[in-house]
């Protein structure tokens, strides 16, 4: 290969490598199964990634929950001090007073994490250093009567786009505006949850 054509691969390479977006975790999703059955428990920490001033930040944690039909049901803000932890009952917290009428059995629940005024519709600084993890039940589908275990995993870290960004905040403004207090998560715990099998 000559040395123009090596500096053309390179060139290309550089432009290409500039155009792919990677997932990090500014950027957090995860689900929640079988609520009809018993509920879910998220929790989040902060790892102090993000400083200024040689001070680790407080970080808001942004949480959008929507249904099998994709659509918003709930937004709302937690904050969680370097090292804290928050943890939030799905159903007591994110699905307690939902925007629509139903309550549903699963859910999708979005994470996003900033610096600054905590308020799921405005985000303009988003942040590093949010971990998150969550239960769900699964059932035992080899038993005859069906049974329920409890799985905690970690939120899959995930691509934040500008439309998605857009999307979620403008439809938690619409639902600050419009739901009449409906649509709002309820309560930021800050002692950490169990999980349990049945609706309490």
Known sequence: MTVKALRFALAFATVAFSTIAF?????????????????????FTNSGATVAGGVSQNLCINL??????EELIACCTCNVTPN????????????A??????IPTSIVIKAVASTGTCNASVITNTAHGLLAWGTTLHQNTSTVTPTYAVTETAFSDATLTAA??????????????NGSSFGICRGCPSNGLGSSTSVQ
């Open 84 to 95: 804290g932890l928050v943890s939030l009952s799905v159903i007591k917290s994110l699905i």
């Open 23 to 43: 997932a990090d975790d500014t950027f957090q999703v995860r689900y929640a199964a079988n609520l009809n059955i018993g509920d879910s428990v998220v929790n």
């Open 164 to 177: 998605e960004l857009n999307h979620i905040t403008s439809f938690c403004g619409f639902i600050q505006a």
């Open 64 to 69: 959008f929950a929507f249904d099998p039909q």
């Open 97 to 102: 007073n939902p925007l629509t009428p139903a």
